[in-house]
């Protein structure tokens, strides 16, 4: 395979990784301004500001010094 068709591969590869993480940031946006009607709803929006930060607390350990 030549030098050109790796870096193209390469690059398609990329671009699906990225469309894909992409696409789900989009839906738990989507997600996120339906029930708590773009932050309005405050019960709701409590339970998302728990639930994110759950998730990063979760995340913490790939997180390398």
């Known amino acids: 395979m030549e030098l050109k ?8 590869d990329y671009s699906q990784v990225l469309n894909a993480y992409y696409k789900g940031c989009k839906q738990y946006n989507i997600l996120y301004d339906k029930e708590t009607d773009h932050g309005i709803y405050n019960r709701e929006q409590k339970e998302w500001e728990n639930r994110v930060s759950k998730e990063l607390t979760q ?6 010094p």
């Open 5 to 12: 068709e790796q870096g193209d591969t390469v690059m398609k």
């Open 59 to 64: 995340l913490k350990k790939y997180n390398t």
